[in-house]
């Protein structure tokens, strides 16, 4: 059974990654999202294999490659263009489906049984995102919505698999793995697709060094060890804590409106986190009984 604890420290992760807008919008250049997604995997990936002295071994190469490309590569690309075309309340809403898909992953990869909280949880923070985020002047532009939905189904997929492949070796070591694969296939393509970054400003340097070694080591070596420990459609419906933390910095730092729909979002938001950890807790609970008969 997950402690308290573990889903507490795994909430940090998606918390911590409701920063990125802000810090993206405040303090990088403008106009680079490939490069920008590349410099937040790569330096943070070699940096861990340079803590941990461990590579992949066996099927660890090609699992390694793959998982970096949905929790990172594909993921982080899809993301981008999404944002680009979309307003980012439409943008946060398609992306809020990715706990419904984990919940279907996880029926079909792991064998997990598809349980009413979960399914009440991940529609509730579905709509509690939409209350947060979305305008009635919000725009639907297809080729963005396609993307979200693919990167939504991307890192639905790298959450089961990398609960379905539990390595031999600790979260750090299996983050290194996947941020540096992440990065690695990331940098051809910035490289043909973008332009040269401008010189860096102290802001500009800040905000890499935030989204890299907080935004990106940091919290996915917690997500992943969460991942070890937690049902994989539990840790995926964390994610909403993203938006309504991206939501309060903006009111908290750039003085924008959090009005009675955005507070309601909250307050369902919170509510679907705690259902979709109740539906966790009532199987192990279950489990442990039948254990004991």
């Keep these: 059974m997950a402690r308290s604890s573990d889903i507490l420290l795994t909430a940090l992760a998606p918390a911590i990654w409701g920063s990125t807008y802000i810090v993206t919008t405040e303090l990088l ?24 002295r461990t590579l ?43 706990p419904l898909i984990v919940v279907a992953l996880s029926r079909l990869l792991l064998g997990s049984p598809i349980r009413v909280f979960s399914i009440v949880a991940g529609v509730a923070g579905l709509i509690g995102v939409a209350l947060l ?39 750090l070591t299996f983050t290194a793995w996947q941020l540096t694969a992440g990065g690695m296939l ?14 860096l400003t102290p802001a500009n340097f800040i905000g890499f060094v935030w989204l890299g070694l907080i935004g990106g080591a940091l919290t996915y070596i917690v997500w992943f060890r969460g991942l070890a420990r937690i049902e994989s459609s539990a840790v995926s419906a964390l994610g909403f804590l993203s938006p309504m933390v991206a939501v309060i910095l903006g009111w ?4 924008q409106d959090l009005g009675p729909l955005q507070i309601a979002g909250i307050a369902v938001v919170l509510v679907s986190t705690w259902l979709s950890q109740r539906a966790q807790r009532g199987v192990a ?9």
């Design 186 to 199: 990331l940098l051809p393509v910035a490289l043909l697709l973008e332009p040269t970054l401008p010189s």
């Design 29 to 52: 250049p403008p106009g680079y999202p490939l490069t920008v997604a590349m410099l937040r995997a790569l330096p943070a990936g070699l940096l861990l294999l340079l803590l941990v």
């Design 285 to 293: 609970l279950s489990s442990v009984a039948v254990s004991m008969r």
């Design 133 to 171: 985020v979305l305008t009635p002047k919000a725009a639907l532009d297809p080729i963005g919505i396609a993307a979200g939905l693919a990167g939504a189904v991307s890192m639905a997929f790298g959450t089961v698999l990398s609960r379905k492949w539990q390595p031999p070796v600790s979260p």
């Design 252 to 255: 908290a730092l750039l003085g």
């Design 56 to 98: 992949p071994s066996g099927i660890w190469w090609v699992r390694s490659l793959l998982l970096g490309a949905l929790n990172f590569s594909f993921f982080w690309a899809m993301l981008f263009v999404s944002a680009y075309r979309l307003p980012g309340g439409v943008a946060a809403t398609v992306g809020a489906v990715q």
